[in-house]
């Protein structure tokens, strides 16, 4: 195992440690000014409605977040993770989506009834409507299934340093879905290694 691997593997285990003390409400203490560098890049959905440090009971600093609506990879998402990738040298990517998601379920009840809305979610029903034509989502958390192993895949094809993480150890890159009701994030199925 590579120290590349075993930095994948111990900040992803940190983060799902730091979420389960989340979820039983029993933060961890964090020193002011402690700071011992970047765990992970979160790409995340606007409409999360929680911070990922308090959802995974991180210290300010530790991940660097990008917020989208439905955690869409426009200029800014990608920045931000690059950023992350490149200057940090973030050895876990996290896309992170939550469910319900209001946006995804407007987008699926649209697509449902077959009345597709240009109002301010009329980008990410442009977006997601490639992914709706070939294959109608059935549920809302289809939808959700599909759009975040998209927006795994758009990363691994934009950044080959994250492809090549990835290939090394797939726990670099990984799609976790963030459930209020029991505070608990869970693992989407495994993103598909890509080969070289």
Not at 1 to 20: I, K
């Amino acid at each position: 195992m590579t120290s590349l691997q075993s930095d994948a593997a111990t900040a992803l285990a940190t983060l799902l440690g730091g979420n389960r003390r989340h979820a039983l409400g029993t933060p961890a203490p964090h020193a002011p000014g402690e700071h011992p560098g970047v765990l992970a890049a979160v790409l995340t959905c606007s409409d999360l409605g929680v911070a990922p440090e308090a959802i995974f009971d991180t210290q300010p600093g530790r991940l660097i977040v990008t917020s989208t609506a439905a955690h869409l990879t426009g200029t800014a998402a990608l920045a931000g993770i690059d950023y992350a990738l490149t200057l940090h040298q973030a050895p876990l990517v996290v896309v992170l989506g939550h469910q319900p998601c209001r946006i995804l379920d407007t987008v699926h009840a649209q697509y449902t009834r077959g009345t597709v809305s240009t109002a301010y979610h009329g980008a990410i029903t442009a977006h997601l409507g490639l992914t709706l034509r070939h294959r109608p989502a059935t549920t809302p958390e289809d939808l959700l299934d599909r759009h975040l192993r998209h927006t795994a895949t758009t990363l691994l094809d934009t950044f080959p340093v994250l492809a090549r993480l990835h290939r090394a150890d797939p726990a670099a890159l990984a799609t976790l879905v963030y459930t209020p009701a029991d505070r608990l994030v869970r693992p989407l199925r495994t993103v598909p290694v890509l080969q070289s």
